[in-house]
Every structure is written in C-alpha cells, then in structure tokens.
C-alpha cells in the first residue's frame, strides 16, 4: 500500500517561493504518477500540475505555468513541488496524489477520482 507524506508549506510574502514534498512508502514510487492538487478557500479542488512515472514529463494549469516546477526523484521516492512568484491566488491547501502501479510515461494531471492515494494536504498561504 502506497502512503503519502507532505511537508513543506507555510507562510510567504507575494513574489515569494516556497517548496513542498511529496515523500512516498510502501511502494516504490516510479510505478506511480504524481500530481498535485490545491483546494483554495471556498473552491472546488485544482489539478495544477502532474509528473510521468519516470519523471522525465511534466504538465502544468495555466494558472501555475511559469511559476511552479514539478519534479520526481525515484530514487529516494519523493516527489516535489518548487513554487515561484507567488500570489494572493495561490492560497490553498495543496495535496499530493499518487496514480498506479501502472506505468504512467506522460505527464498529466487526471481526474482527481482517478488518484487513489493522497498526501494529508499542507497550507500554502500568500499575505503581506
């Protein structure tokens, strides 16, 4: 059974950056796709960004494109989320999402009923 564990988050002025992880147990995590998902206050869950099984193909919302870099480093089972230039906006709880065992060589982010294991979520809040 895949586990999820997030860490990361916090508190940052606007134009900052902040970088959240993704670490991963229980399963070996270049058989799972990642993605991350923020809920903003009184908003429906967005998919923002999702990583290939690999690691090597990443995609990303609009609204993140430019700013936000995803990464995945197999080899210690941890995904990553880097954060740049960010916004009021970018207030949300942000989560992890994990899609598999299958293979996954494309960087997507699915529908979020399709990612059956989820980190606990982290705070991201961006105020002066």
């Known amino acids: 059974q895949l586990q999820l564990v997030q860490s990361g988050g916090g508190l940052m002025q606007p134009g900052g950056s902040l970088s959240l992880s993704c670490a991963a147990s229980?399963?070996?995590?270049?058989?799972?796709?990642i993605a991350w998902f923020r809920q903003a206050p009184g908003k429906g869950r967005e998919g923002i960004s999702g990583v290939s099984s690999d690691g090597r193909s990443t995609h990303y919302a609009n609204s993140v494109k430019g700013r936000f870099t995803i990464s995945k480093d197999n080899s210690i089972n941890t995904a990553y989320l880097h954060m740049h230039n960010l916004t009021p906006e970018d207030t949300a709880i942000y989560y992890c999402a994990a899609v598999g065992p299958t293979r996954i060589n494309v960087g997507v982010i699915l529908p979020e009923e399709e990612y059956r294991y989820w980190g606990q979520g982290t705070q991201v809040t961006v105020s002066a």
């Open positions: 229980g399963r070996a995590l270049d058989l799972y796709a």
